[in-house]
């Protein structure tokens, strides 16, 4: 649907239609940020071919050996590539650029999924360390959860001024988002919470309504800008928002009859992988 709205709001010619259509390939197969062809129509997407990519070295990785790489190679991974960041652009937000290896998205992606493993292995120890859970400690930890969160949405506030402000407190963010994510998996919290079957089922469904959501997110925004052009700003923000929130379910329900046979050939697929 994003290709077609693109072609269509481009005014391409037939060949050039035909020609984008053949190049439609690596971002398909979410192999966009390889570099062997960077044609952008679903620009989000960027950081799930960045993800899948990273994920094809660091699992197996994992797989044989874990230890090393938790502890040594992750840790490593992650200084010298947010090192990098920070001394050539100062921030992280960069996708494109090619480094001579591979795109900086690429990188990013492998940096913060490294930082994922090491926040994993934190949370491990803390899960064995056998100090008392007082309420006391559980209401620290809170409090520490509180403060990053405050932390992290005031950081995301601040750098939206500019390149000069933002400079290198990405870095920062980062950090605070990390240890964030240590907090909440460590499941130390300060009210003994008992979450009902509904409950949780409405959450898996926000889970993946979500995603659907950051998938169509571009369509609508193209849509919007495109046909509504004119309107108030309230008019388009409120079109933008129905608009994401419709085509996400639709999304969700199409995925649902194809969810069968994708299943049969992901498992086929999976299978020959770990083979």
């Known amino acids: 649907m994003t290709f077609v709205l693109r072609q269509y709001i481009a005014h391409v010619s037939f060949k050039e239609l035909l020609k984008n259509m053949l190049l439609t390939w690596s971002e398909l197969s979410f192999l966009r940020l390889s570099g062997i ?4 129509y679903n620009s989000p997407t960027w950081y799930l071919s960045a ?3 990273a994920m094809l070295i660091i699992y ?6 874990r230890n090393l790489y938790q502890n040594c190679i992750a840790p490593l991974l992650c200084i010298f590539i947010y090192g990098y960041f920070s001394q050539t652009y100062h921030f992280i937000a960069v996708v494109t650029q090619w480094t001579g290896l591979a795109l900086c998205g690429v990188l990013r992606a492998i940096a913060g999924l490294s930082l994922g493993t090491i926040c994993f292995s934190i949370v491990e120890f803390l899960r064995k360390i056998s100090f008392k859970r007082t309420k006391t400690i559980r209401f620290l930890f809170w409090i520490l959860e509180i403060y990053s969160l405050t932390v992290i949405l005031l950081l995301m506030h601040l750098t939206k001024r500019g390149i000069k402000f933002r400079s290198n407190l990405d870095f920062t963010t980062v950090l605070f988002i990390a240890l964030l994510v240590i907090l909440i998996f460590e499941e130390n919290q300060l009210f003994n919470i008992s979450y009902s079957e509904s409950y949780k089922k409405w959450c898996v469904f926000l889970g993946k309504y979500s995603v659907s959501v950051y998938l169509n997110q571009r369509f609508s925004l193209d849509f919007v800008n495109y046909f509504c052009q004119g309107q ?4 388009m923000i409120t079109f933008y928002l129905l608009l994401s929130a419709f085509l996400a379910l639709i999304s969700m329900a199409i995925l649902r009859i194809l969810k069968e046979p994708f299943q049969i050939w992901g498992r086929d697929i999976k299978n020959f992988l770990l083979e």
């Open 37 to 40: 062809i960077e044609q952008i």
């Open 51 to 53: 993800m899948f990519i």
């Open 60 to 65: 197996p990785l994992l797989r044989t050996k």
């Open 232 to 235: 108030s700003a309230f008019v």
